[in-house]
C-alpha cells in the first residue's frame, strides 16, 4: 500500500508551495519524476494545472495513481520508464519535480547521467525542484543505499547552470511514527 511506505505524505505541501512559485502559469508543463503513486498529481489538477507529465519506473504505482484519479486521469501524461533511460522531449518541460529518486542514485554516473537527461528535457529558465534526504536523514529506505545532501552538495552535483533560488529542510513524519530529515532545493536552470 501506497501509503504505507516510510516516504508517504498525503499532501507534498513543501512540493506544491514549490510549483506554484515557479509556475504561476496553469499550462505549464510540469513533470513529477518517480510520482508513482504519489497524490502531487491530484492535487496539481485540483489547483488548475493543466499539462502534467507524471514519471516512474513501476507500472503498478502509476496504475495505482490512475485507478484514484478515475476519468480525471486522462488529464495527465504518465511515463513508465526508468529516469536514465527515459526517452523525453528536448527543452520540453518549464517544470522538473523530483521528490526522493535522486537521493537513490549512489553512483556518480547515474547522478551524471540524471542531470544530463534534466539538462535535455527542461527549457531555458525552466524550474528544478529536487528533494532528497537531508543530512541527518537516513542512510538506507527500503532496503537501498541512498546518498544524503545538504544545499551545498546538491548544487555541486547539479552544476553552475543549476542556479540555487532556494531550499527548505523539513521532517517528514512516517507511518511508524518516527521522522526522515528531507531536504528541497529549487534551481532555475541556466542552458
Known amino acids: 500500500m501506497p501509503h504505507e511506505v516510510s516516504w508517504f ?3 507534498l505541501k513543501t512540493s506544491i508551495a514549490l510549483i506554484e512559485s515557479a509556475a ?4 505549464a508543463a510540469i513533470i513529477d519524476m518517480g510520482g508513482g503513486a504519489s497524490t502531487l498529481v491530484d492535487d496539481l489538477l485540483d489547483r488548475g494545472y493543466r499539462n502534467v507529465t507524471v514519471l516512474d519506473i513501476s ?10 484519479l478515475g476519468e480525471r486521469s486522462r488529464l495527465a501524461q504518465w511515463v513508465c520508464a526508468d529516469v536514465m533511460k ?9 517544470v522538473w519535480h ?6 537513490f542514485l549512489t553512483q556518480a554516473e547515474q547522478r551524471r547521467d540524471y542531470v544530463s537527461t534534466v539538462t535535455s528535457a527542461v527549457e531555458a529558465a ?7 534526504f537531508g543530512p541527518e536523514g537516513p542512510t538506507r529506505c527500503s532496503g537501498f543505499d541512498v546518498v544524503r545532501y545538504d544545499s551545498d ?4 552535483e547539479f552544476g553552475p547552470r543549476f542556479r540555487l533560488v532556494e531550499s527548505v529542510t523539513e521532517l517528514h513524519p512516517t507511518p511508524v511514527g518516527t ?8 534551481f532555475i536552470f541556466e542552458s
Open 24 to 27: 504561476s502559469d496553469h499550462d
Open 59 to 68: 507500472q503498478s504505482a502509476l496504475q495505482a495513481a490512475q485507478k484514484r
Open 126 to 132: 525552466g524550474h528544478v525542484i529536487v528533494s532528497t
Open 86 to 94: 527515459a526517452s523525453l522531449p528536448i527543452r520540453a518541460y518549464n
Open 98 to 103: 523530483d521528490r526522493a529518486v535522486f537521493h
Open 179 to 186: 521522522t526522515q530529515q528531507f531536504l528541497y532545493c529549487h
Open 9 to 11: 505524505c498525503p499532501h
Open 153 to 156: 552538495s546538491l548544487q555541486a
